[in-house]
DNA sequence: TTACATTAAATGTAAATACACAAATTTGCT
DNA sequence: AGCAAATTTGTGTATTTACATTTAATGTAA
């Protein structure tokens, strides 16, 4: 049963539909869980994984082109999300040194302790109805169906 | 390597982290496809779901609310959702007999003749990268993620 | 150096979305 | 019946998004 159940629907065309339907579902009910435990601390799902990039790269800078690149979700507009996130200052934008047109981002402490924060919360164990083995296991299917598995 | 790769990200937190971010990224991979195919015949990837729910209920007729349950992602506002598909004749609106707060919604014959144009671009052959023994797999899976699979 | 293409970021805009709330109808309770 | 609560859809509004365009800086080649 499962998503047939969820979206009561009792039939799909083939197993690739069911399982495109099921992705959808899936990622959709993972972002409200995320989005709902963000929204107390006044960001959104994009800011929150925006910060997450700045830190990984934490204290290097990251351009705004390169946070386009790797944004899960490749929005339209990285510029007014940094914007959002200044606004709030949580990250630091200067005019890069060696090319004039870029800028530089780097996450503050403030963004730091935020995120901090927020890895506390574990939301992931929202998750623990899987093995770590076949957290594994999911992750390189998923490769495999995009193709990218080598 | 494959997500590690594509958005340039050398290390996860845990297979919890990994898998959740490449949840995110294979369903933007996967919209990312059906936006571009559905794009030129002029419906939006929400539009086209609404259209396979009221499908899946031909010639009976479904209430906004139920499409609101049903739709994947789930939308603040079926209502001017399907005001767009009225304006586009893929569907008709009519007052419920029985119920004069609720609305029935059908899908038109031009309806389900575009969804019949869209069934025949077969972009799912895109998944064939997994076996349908895997797809079935992955679907149990992301079910067992969720924690409805029994 | 000048001309022209390319790149990076920002902006204008129309459309879509989230969220709160309003209006109409039905349901349930006494 | 009468009235409060719940249900269903629609609307107002601020935010976000997609997409095209603009501005500024850099690269390249004559």
Redesign the interface.
């Known amino acids: 049963?499962?998503?047939e159940?969820?979206?009561?629907?009792t039939s799909f065309r083939?197993?690739?539909?069911?399982?495109?339907?099921?992705?959808?579902?899936?990622?959709?009910?993972?972002?409200d869980h995320q989005t709902r435990l963000l929204k107390p601390h006044g960001i959104t799902l994009q800011q929150y994984n925006v910060l997450r990039?700045l830190r990984?790269q934490y204290p290097n800078p990251v351009k705004v082109s390169d946070i386009t690149?790797?944004m899960?979700?490749?929005m339209s507009n990285a510029s007014r999300l940094v914007d959002k996130l200044v606004a709030k200052k949580l990250v630091d934008r200067t005019e890069c040194p060696s090319d004039r047109r870029a800028v530089d981002v780097v996450i503050t402490q403030k963004g730091l302790n935020l995120l901090k924060q927020l890895d506390t919360q574990q939301w992931?164990d929202r998750?623990?109805?899987?093995s770590?083995d076949?957290?594994?296991?999911?992750?390189?299917?998923?490769?495999?169906?995009?193709?990218?598995?080598e």
């Open positions: 049963m499962s998503i159940k969820d979206i009561k629907q083939s197993p690739f539909h069911r399982l495109v339907v099921n992705l959808m579902y899936t990622n959709n009910w993972v972002c990039i990984g690149e790797r899960l979700d490749k992931e998750l623990k109805t899987l770590e076949e957290a594994v296991q999911l992750s390189q299917m998923l490769d495999k169906l995009r193709g990218s598995d």
